[in-house]
């Protein structure tokens, strides 16, 4: 049985317990934030990486939902579909960074990109959430949302050391890393696609 098979006759067959255990695992992020959690998470992250970037997607919809609720202005969907393309790609990419560098670096021998994948969504999705609600409050809004970014670094940080057994240092060296190359990769692209657009605009004006 391959891994498309795996994740549809998983999700198909029991989606109500499949929708349990994600939000299990959010709860558990939110509440219970210990390596053991995340280690719990990485154990049964078979078959849960198609789902892992359906919960991405999810969230991109989300956050397309909740600032139209609070602007009170309706977006063009064109940014949602735009969300929906690069967030997925650019967290995958992040943590293949991180993989990267965990068997590159320091030797992994094992293969913990699924799990760390499971770990990474199952950080962002619902502590962003609580970024997005937090940043409503006036004021203290945009400081209560720095902290909450800070806060979630450690617990990437936390969750890689416990998935992979990197030593702490390690870990946030891995983090940093995958960090810095994935911000330049999005920024490289993004001049890039810029440069695209405006070549095509002058050519099809000219």
Same mark, same amino acid.
């Given at each position: 049985?391959?891994?498309?098979?795996?994740? =549809?006759?998983?999700? =198909? /067959?029991? $989606?109500?317990?499949?929708?349990?255990?994600?939000?299990?695992?959010?709860?558990?992020?939110?509440? /219970?934030?210990?390596?053991?959690?995340?280690?719990?998470?990485?154990?049964?992250?078979?078959?849960?990486?198609?789902? %892992?970037?359906?919960?991405? #997607?999810?969230?991109?919809?989300?956050?397309?939902?909740?600032?139209?609720?609070?602007?009170?202005?309706?977006?063009? $969907?064109? $940014?949602?579909?735009?969300?929906?393309?690069?967030? $997925?790609?650019?967290?995958?990419?992040?943590?293949?960074?991180?993989?990267?560098?965990?068997?590159?670096?320091?030797?992994?021998?094992?293969?913990?990109?699924?799990?760390?994948?499971?770990? %990474?969504?199952?950080? *962002?999705?619902?502590? /962003? =959430?609580?970024?997005?609600?937090?940043? #409503?409050?006036?004021? %203290?809004?945009? =400081?209560?949302?720095?902290?909450?970014?800070?806060?979630?670094?450690? *617990?990437?940080?936390?969750?890689?050391?416990?998935?992979?057994?990197?030593?702490?240092?390690?870990?946030?060296?891995?983090?940093?890393?995958?960090?810095?190359?994935?911000?330049?990769?999005?920024?490289?692209?993004?001049?890039?696609?810029?440069? *695209? %657009?405006?070549?095509?605009?002058?050519?099809?004006?000219?």
């Amino acid at each position: 049985m391959n891994e498309t098979e795996a994740f =549809l006759r998983k999700y =198909l /067959n029991d $989606p109500i317990a499949s929708l349990k255990e994600w939000l299990t695992s959010f709860g558990k992020v939110l509440i /219970n934030p210990r390596p053991q959690t995340f280690r719990e998470i990485a154990d049964h992250s078979a078959g849960n990486l198609r789902a %892992a970037v359906l919960w991405m #997607v999810v969230f991109c919809c989300l956050l397309y939902l909740f600032s139209t609720l609070t602007t009170g202005v309706v977006l063009s $969907p064109v $940014p949602l579909l735009s969300f929906m393309l690069v967030i $997925p790609t650019a967290i995958l990419f992040w943590v293949f960074c991180m993989h990267f560098v965990y068997r590159l670096l320091f030797r992994g021998r094992f293969n913990l990109y699924d799990g760390l994948v499971c770990a %990474a969504v199952c950080i *962002l999705i619902p502590v /962003n =959430l609580v970024r997005a609600l937090l940043l #409503v409050i006036p004021f %203290a809004g945009p =400081l209560l949302s720095w902290l909450v970014i800070a806060y979630q670094v450690i *617990l990437v940080v936390v969750a890689v050391q416990a998935i992979t057994h990197l030593k702490y240092l390690q870990a946030i060296l891995a983090v940093v890393v995958s960090t810095l190359i994935t911000a330049s990769a999005i920024y490289l692209l993004s001049i890039f696609l810029l440069r *695209l %657009a405006s070549t095509t605009a002058m050519l099809l004006l000219s």
